[in-house]
């Protein structure tokens, strides 16, 4: 499987509402760290985040993570 692009060498650190989001996979979305639909006929798909309630988050925009959406901290090693 290919790489996905590097948005961004640092997360997204921001508190969303309860509501439901896409976190863009590729790299590609021009409204990071959301999909805007740049994936597609490509090999990454959004992936899905369900809130309940308001919640902060750190969410990758290296999109070298091993735990989508969230940072894991791979983008120091980039
Ligand atoms: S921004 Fe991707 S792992 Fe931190």
């Known amino acids: 499987m290919c790489?996905?692009?590097v948005a961004d060498k640092k997360p997204a650190v921001i508190k969303l509402e309860a509501g439901t989001?896409?976190?863009?996979?590729?790299?590609?979305?021009?409204?990071?760290?959301?999909?805007?639909g740049s994936h597609k006929?490509?090999?990454f798909h959004p992936t899905k985040i369900v809130l309940n309630e308001p919640t902060q988050m750190a969410l990758c925009n290296c999109k070298q993570t091993q735990?989508?959406?969230?940072?894991?901290?791979a983008?120091?090693?980039l």
Not at 21 to 33: H, I, L, M, N, R
Not at 67 to 73: A, H, I, S
């Open 21 to 36: 989001y896409y976190w863009c996979a590729c790299g590609d979305s021009k409204g990071q760290p959301f999909c805007d």
């Open 41 to 43: 006929g490509g090999s």
């Open 75 to 77: 983008h120091g090693k």
């Open 3 to 5: 790489k996905a692009n």
């Open 67 to 73: 735990n989508p959406p969230y940072c894991d901290g």
